[in-house]
RNA sequence: GGCGGCGUAGCCAAGCGGCUAAGGCACUGGUCUGCAAAACCAUGAUUCAGCGGUUCAAAUCCGCUCGCCGCCUCCA
């Protein structure tokens, strides 16, 4: 069964074809390194993981190439603000962006190759389209010429007149025409510069990704992917550029992600509506925001909200609890004993593997692959509660194999990878640490009540459970004793 | 203004020409319990923003209308 991937450049789901067989190219675009990364960085990341893992789980090779972009204007800016380099301000950030991709569990890329440690390669390509007649030397800058490349525009499915037409482009003396963007910049006084053939200076924004694609991928490759704010212009002109120098198709299929919004308004630094991936992991496990991002097509707007969050933080508790239970079985099991499961409950859950590559195979479907896990885990239960004490083997199996499925398929979206009495346990531990009364306070009230029970004096049973809820803990009873729990405020 | 996307049960969200319109959360009922809670089980759309059209067949294709969002400036 074919991967079929959404297209930006054809509009259209396409198959999965790589140029070389077993082996998939992929190039995304990483952050820009001058601040702590927020939920929308987590997305790309987490979405780029998903798809790696999932292609590598096909059996394919997978090189993936994600650059970080350790110069531009936003970063000289804040650099003088802070009153330290550009250098150290990158490299700071980056750090602090791997410590948050340590936590949500991101696989690392195959190489994480950054724009000052590509500044020949950039100065060779911008000298061979200087050579081609497609950018130009102006005033120490220099410039990509867009009327030199037909093709100008194809990805974004914009055209030149039209772009001009509603320009919002400050005017720009050194530019032939204003929609031609800069490949090399020259450099005021102060600012980190590098030699160059037009002088000192410092690479544009998209010449980065052109080069450093070239240089690791190849002259085409299979997949190019980013947000979708980059399609233009960012896109949009490394395409130009890549095309326009190498003469070859640039990339087979460009994958884009939607954004993270708060309220339905995209989340962003303008609008002061962003949260740090950091705080989010303060409140929440980084399986929850795994699960909350998955629970939505890769390519559809996610909106953020402190309801959804919690949601996903119910719906993946549940998946736990499944796991937990199978792993709960006591090794008891007796062949004599007749099996439970039904011939369709059996294929139910022998179909999931398949129903979950059914829905990645379709552009990735995460939020139909997370149903299909949904879907096994009621028939699990289904099983478990009607379960003897001594099972039979056969469904004991059944259930094993199942839970073993689950975790594989579910690694792919990096949910379900702790072992579930320990996610339980420590989500029970944290939540604890939030109220102000300790474990040993709780089991000694337990066992009061306990008493209180034995001797039917319901009044001072449910004085003691009232009391206990007060302070945020909730008392269960079960067949095997008395269990508490903290109450979700 | 140009280009693109979205509108499916109370909320979130799959389905993108033909099996009963997945799944999650919430609600309600049940099991359990001294009573509860938690957990588990069961239950909900004759209908897919509206109106037309194509088709034997449409939530799915086409057109129009309404509403929302994104890109066109740095942006994941």
């Not at 780029?48 to 994600?66: A, C, E, H, P, S």
């Not at 008493?451 to 095997?480: H, M, T």
């Amino acid at each position: 069964m074919p991967v079929k991937i959404y297209n930006t450049l054809s509009r259209k789901k396409e198959e999965l074809q790589p140029i070389e067989p077993g082996h998939v190219r992929l190039y995304v675009c990483g952050i820009t390194s001058y601040d702590y990364c927020h939920i929308g960085h987590a997305r790309s990341a987490l979405a780029f993981d998903m798809i790696v893992r999932y292609l590598r789980y096909l059996g394919n090779k997978v090189t993936y190439i994600r650059n970080f972009t350790d110069i531009d204007d936003k970063i000289i800016t804040r650099a003088n603000e802070q009153n330290t380099t550009t250098e150290e301000l990158a490299n700071r950030f980056i750090d602090e962006f791997y410590v948050d991709m340590d936590k949500l569990g991101v696989d690392r890329p195959t190489m994480e190759p950054k724009a000052t440690e590509h500044i020949q390669e950039m100065i060779d390509l911008i000298t061979e389209l200087i050579e081609k007649d497609m950018a130009y030397p102006a005033g120490g800058d220099v410039y990509y010429s867009v009327n030199s490349f037909a093709n100008y525009g194809k990805l974004s499915g914009r055209n030149l007149e039209d772009m001009q037409a509603g320009a919002r482009i400050s005017v720009n003396e050194n530019k032939t025409n204003p929609m031609d963007f800069v490949l090399w910049k020259a450099s005021k006084p102060g600012e980190p510069s590098w030699n160059s053939p037009w002088g000192p200076g410092r690479p544009g924004w998209h010449i980065e990704c052109s080069a450093m694609s070239r240089k690791y991928l190849g002259s085409t490759f299979d997949i190019h992917g980013g947000g979708q704010d980059l399609i233009f212009p960012h896109h949009e002109n490394e395409l130009a550029q890549s095309e326009g120098a190498n003469n070859k198709p640039y990339v087979k299929m460009w994958i884009h992600h939607g954004f993270v919004t708060i309220r339905d308004e995209k989340m962003s630094k303008s609008l002061g509506n962003f949260l740090t991936i950091r705080d989010i992991l303060d409140h929440y496990h980084p399986e929850v925001l795994r699960f909350f991002i998955f629970s939505t097509h890769y390519r559809n707007p996610l909106d953020f909200s402190e309801a959804a969050m919690q949601d996903s933080m119910t719906g993946l508790k549940r998946l736990y609890e499944c796991l937990a239970a199978v792993d709960a079985l006591e090794d008891n099991c007796q062949d004599k004993v007749d099996s439970i499961a039904g011939a369709k409950d059996i294929k139910k859950i022998e179909s999931l593997e398949e129903n979950f590559q059914k829905a990645m195979n379709n552009d990735f479907n995460t939020a139909q692959a997370q149903g299909s896990i949904f879907e096994t885990v009621k028939t699990m239960n289904k099983i478990l509660r009607t379960l003897p004490d001594a099972p039979s083997s056969e469904d004991h199996k059944l259930l094993q194999t199942a839970a073993a499925t689950i975790k594989k398929l579910a690694g792919i979206m990096g949910i379900l990878q702790v072992p579930a009495a320990v996610y339980l346990a420590v989500g029970k531990a944290e939540m604890l640490a939030k109220t102000d009364i300790s474990e040993a306070e709780i089991l000694a009230c337990i066992e009061e009540r306990n008493q209180a029970r034995i001797d039917k004096n319901w009044a001072k049973s449910d004085e003691i459970r009232n009391n206990l809820l007060e302070k945020g803990i909730e008392l269960n009873d079960g067949p095997k004793g008395t269990g508490w729990s903290v109450k979700r405020s």
